[in-house]
């Protein structure tokens, strides 16, 4: 069964229950989660063994593009079909980020070709929030979308603001 910002049963019928409707509001969730909640799961009632155990953390709109945070969301990467049916149902291209276990990992295959030399968590007082400063190496030429845009989606990642550095 797919796993979404938004129950199961919301998820089908595409009328969201109290408890949805209230993370919504309180803006735990986007319309865009809704939206690519309720996509998932008519891609499950076709795709039903592919799409087992892939959960959907959250959606972001970048560059034109939806940027899906997923968990063992490979099986969209492999089947295209899956892909395609998705992007019909929210009328967008859609690029699939894999949440891995490790948030090192996670960001090493989102900023590659280049490499991490360092990810440094910062603390601003008072309130005591966490920054993550993330030092990159390489060409940002070689990256398949503008710096700014990749900031976003790492913040998205993190849940916390980040500052990108690059060393050449």
């Known amino acids: 069964m797919v796993i979404t910002p938004i129950c199961n049963f919301c998820a089908k019928t595409g009328v969201l229950c109290k408890k949805c409707k209230q993370k919504l509001r309180k803006k735990k969730i986007t ?9 998932f799961a008519k891609a499950e009632q076709r ?8 959960i959907l953390d959250c959606a972001q709109k970048v560059n034109g593009s939806v940027v899906l945070l997923t ?3 490979n099986n969209i990467l492999e089947n295209e079909e899956i892909k395609h049916f998705i992007e019909d149902e929210i009328r967008k291209p859609i690029e ?9 990992k996670t960001f090493a295959d989102f900023f590659a070709p280049l490499d991490i030399l360092e990810i440094d968590q910062i603390f601003a007082p008072p309130e005591g929030d966490i920054e993550l400063k993330i030092t990159l190496r390489g060409d940002p030429e070689m990256l398949r979308y503008p710096l700014d845009q990749l900031k976003q989606i790492a913040e998205m990642i993190s849940k916390n603001p980040v500052r990108l550095e690059i060393q050449n």
Not at 96 to 104: A, G, L, Y
Request: cysteine-free; overall charge positive.
């Open 31 to 39: 319309q865009l989660d809704v939206d690519v909640s309720i996509a």
């Open 47 to 54: 795709f039903p063994k592919q799409l087992q155990n892939v």
């Open 71 to 73: 968990r063992n969301g």
């Open 96 to 104: 699939i980020v894999e949440r891995k276990s490790d948030t090192r």
